[in-house]
Nanobody
Framework: QVQLVESGGGLVQPGGSLRLSCTAA????????VGWFRKVPGKGGEGISS????????YYADVVRGRFTISRDMATSEVYLEMHNLKPEATAIYYC????????????????????WGQGTRVTVSS
């Protein structure tokens, strides 16, 4: 089982930025497609972004496109989610999730397609 660890969350004012990081203990993330999801307690999960293994395909939810960027560091086997111009509605727990299949435009948001996920990192956007 792949153990994922998210980090980088915290409290930020509206308009601020954060960079989330995802690593896999004992595994190379290069072998997986990686997605970022967020969840608010009491509500369903929301797909934010996904990145194929080669990083050649990237998908974003409309609500974050242009402000969030998913990227990979092949040297350290980390996947990042850079978030800029954060809004209060971005407050949630953010999870990275991995899958062995190629994420496609029609499937990247489907959490059922992902095989492993971490414990999440909390992001709070508030003044």
């Amino acid at each position: 089982q792949v153990q994922l660890v998210e980090s980088g969350g915290g409290l930020v004012q509206p308009g601020g930025s954060l960079r989330l990081s995802c690593t896999a203990a004992g595994y190379e993330l290069d072998a997986y497609a990686v997605g970022w999801f967020r969840k608010v307690p009491g509500k369903g999960g929301e797909g934010i972004s996904s990145n194929s293994k080669s990083a050649g395909r990237k998908y974003y939810a409309d609500v974050v496109r242009g402000r969030f960027t998913i990227s990979r560091d092949m040297a350290t086997s980390e996947v990042y989610l850079e978030m800029h111009n954060l809004k209060p509605e971005a407050t949630a727990i953010y999870y990275c999730e991995v899958r062995t299949t190629l994420p496609r435009k029609s499937t990247w948001r489907d959490e059922g397609q992902y095989d492993f996920w971490g414990q999440g990192t909390r992001v709070t956007v508030s003044s």
